[in-house]
């Protein structure tokens, strides 16, 4: 689930791409992805980019909601509480998950929800600065440590994940993967904050503790 066309993201676009053909350009990015990936179902909002923190929040929160509903899966995969490196959208994305998701726990439908994080340990900021084309649509963000997230080894598949990465021509993908590359070890490897269970820390050691129990 996409929630913009991303029509205001022209700042990598090549010569080759006209701007007004972007919402067109992204979609077709987005199907060339999730072939490679195996997604066999996608879909794709019409909330404005770069504006996701304008929109009524009531009423994209129950339009998420209603779309989480119907293909009702058992785990949910969005940004974490910094949208990744601090972009607006991403931010509000988070959001609005986070709230759908417990609107729909109210109704005993639980599905597990992870937002996927850049650590700490990455050192983000120099490679994110490098890469910002637009400040207006970034926000300051604060990345959590490693510790607080389930690592998963994506080793395998790390080619996969590049080769979905470059299906996006319009948002210059060379520059991301050589921005992967340099995190070595790190770029075989995602992080997902778990977003809902409780998060505590005694005498520093991690505790999680589900609030709700999972069906």
Known sequence: LTLTHGEKGSKHLPHSMAKEQLPEIRQSEEICAAKILGIEHIEILDYPDGGLDEVSFAEIVRKVADVIKNIHPKTILTFGPCGLFGHRDHVATYKIVVEAVKML???GYFPDLYGVEYPKEMNLA????????TPSHYTTFTQVPASQCERVDITEYYPIKTAAILCYKSQGPEGYIECLENFKEYRFSEYLLPLNIKLSFSESVFHKEREMVHL
């Open 105 to 107: 726990e109210q109704t």
């Open 126 to 133: 120099y490679h994110i600065e490098k890469r910002k084309k």
